[in-house]
């Protein structure tokens, strides 16, 4: 089946450094990008769309500027987090769609868990 | 605001109970999904329901799409310790049909 695979899965560095992370569809063309935050006991919240060759369209009090997203390939998005601060701290999911075609399924990533010192 | 209100937040039970999970909104899906997520993982995709008052049965989980688009409903019959996890239902709604909205989510927890 679809696969989607996110790296790093676990990353831990220190307040004020820059961190990337990595989207790939691995076996079908991702049109469209997700990225979600999931806090501790919490849902997932959306934070931004993308759609290959676009900006990013972000949800209501996500920062852009702190939270970028680049979906430069049909197989592959980063999410960076810039400056980051202990309270963005929180596992981050990917998730990618194919919309050519009606009613194609999204398939999410295993998650990358970030750890702000 | 949570646009997707899952109920109960928190379930645990007794191996062999039956429970069910409700998803409720005042909003209309052109979609439902269910998903079970396991502790430092993605989502997985349990089922997507798109018909009004559709039900499907996957093995000893059946899952319900209300009439007006509006709820949805998760039953499993006979519980097992492998059901344990958190379920999120997530609706994908007309005027924004490419992306997904995920509820508030339910933790569900089975006692061998």
């Known amino acids: 089946g679809a696969v989607v695979s996110q790296h790093p899965s676990w990353v831990i560095c220190k307040s004020g450094t820059s961190v990337k992370i990595e989207c790939r569809s691995l076996d079908f063309q991702a049109t469209t990008m997700f990225w979600y935050r999931q806090f501790p006991k919490q849902s997932l919240m959306l934070m931004a769309t993308?759609?290959?060759?676009?900006?990013?369209?972000?949800e209501q009090g996500v920062e852009k500027d702190k939270f970028l997203i680049n979906h430069a390939s049909l197989t592959l998005s980063t999410l960076t987090v810039t400056s980051a601060h202990p309270e963005d701290s929180s596992f981050y999911i990917c998730s990618a769609r194919n919309n050519r075609g009606s009613n194609q399924p999204q398939h999410f990533g295993d998650g990358t868990r970030l750890s702000i010192l | 605001t949570q646009l997707l209100e899952q109920s109960p937040q928190f379930l645990s039970i007794q191996e062999g109970e039956n429970l069910t999970v409700y998803c409720n909104s005042s909003?209309?899906?052109?979609?439902l999904q269910w998903y079970r997520q396991e502790p430092g993982e993605g989502p997985v995709l349990l089922v997507t329901v798109v018909t009004g008052g559709e039900v499907k049965k996957l093995k000893r989980l059946t899952f319900q799409f209300g009439d007006a688009r509006k709820d949805s409903s998760l039953h499993i019959t006979a519980a097992q310790p492998g059901d344990t996890g958190l379920y999120l239902c997530?609706?994908?709604?007309?005027?924004?049909?490419?992306?997904?909205?995920f509820g508030s989510g339910t933790r569900l927890s089975i006692r061998p």
């Open positions: 993308s759609n290959e060759g676009s900006k990013a369209t972000y």
């Open positions: 909003s209309v899906f052109s979609s």
């Open positions: 997530a609706g994908a709604r007309y005027s924004s049909a490419s992306k997904i909205i």
